[in-house]
């Protein structure tokens, strides 16, 4: 076990992203400063992560090699953006998704910062050239995108700006290997990136499927969470065609005419409303009605982080070799 920090990460905005951002730090070991503008909300991050890495220890499932507590000692709060700074490496940026309210941040972080810092940032939508574009220090920053929960959901797309620096990319993709996360790295930055890509393109077939009345809403979630899921938490799409044929080149020999026949079948962009909307939401608030959200919903998102956490420690112990 390491016993002194392996550098120190400061996560600027300290909501649902910037907590679970805190916790995958601290169990690589980082020293951790929890910094947003409202004081309330470094206070209850900290109560929250103390009990999460708690339960986390006695079920097993706490990452890292430190306990919970010296994980715990680790993450410090902080309302002074200049003093959370001092003697950083790395800035995770976690402040809601607003593209002004960004970009006045990373002008206030470029001034302050020295030419070693990583300024990274979670926007799930924004792309760098609007983030980053004429920051002095620019060569440094990098999108790092986390899917929710990260502490359980490891994968984080790395998405440089035009300008930045190789070296940048490497370093992080280097630290996120580190603290335990799945980087993967974008060459360079496209609308959704890749993964909200590969989800659109998976929401508007069912949407369309739903539509024409072919099946049930909660039949097409079955197809995934029963079938095509079931091996997309092990293997990707393209290992899948090599799987299930002798190689991708028989794959494409066998399946190629059908793929593009089917796929020539496939209707325009939905339009996300009117009245299959209404169909769909009918059937998923039949199962876990949102007017008293606290309640099922919540119950349901809960149960959803512990299927995601056995699946985590499932796929530690099925590693290949
Ligand atoms: P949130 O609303 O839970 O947290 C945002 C935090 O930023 C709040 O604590 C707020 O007080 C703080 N804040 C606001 N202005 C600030 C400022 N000027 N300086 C410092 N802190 C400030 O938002 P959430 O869900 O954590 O999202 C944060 C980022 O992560 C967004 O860019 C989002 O797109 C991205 N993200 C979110 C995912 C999700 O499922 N929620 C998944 C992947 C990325």
Redesign the pocket.
Known sequence: PRDGPAGRAVI???????RSWAMVFASGGFKVIL????QQ?ITSALENISKQMRELEKSGMLKGMLSAEKQFSLIHGCSDLKEALEGATFIQE????NLE?KKK?FGQLDLMVNDDIIISS????LLPTKLFTGLKHVKQCIVA????PPYFVPLVELVPHPETDPSTVEKTYALMKKIGQSPVKLTREIDGFVLNRLQYAVISEAWRLVGEGIVSPTDLDLVMSDGLGMRYAFIGPLETMHLNAEGIKNYCERYREGMIRVLKTFGPVPEFSGEIEQKINQAMCENIPVEDIPKSINARREWRDECLAGLAKLKTQMKFN
Request: glycine residues 12%; negative net charge; contains cysteine.
């Open positions: 600027v905005g300290s909501g649902l992203i910037g910094y947003d503008i409202v909300q976690c402040t809601p998704e309210l941040i979670s926007t799930s939508c995108h986390p899917v929710n």
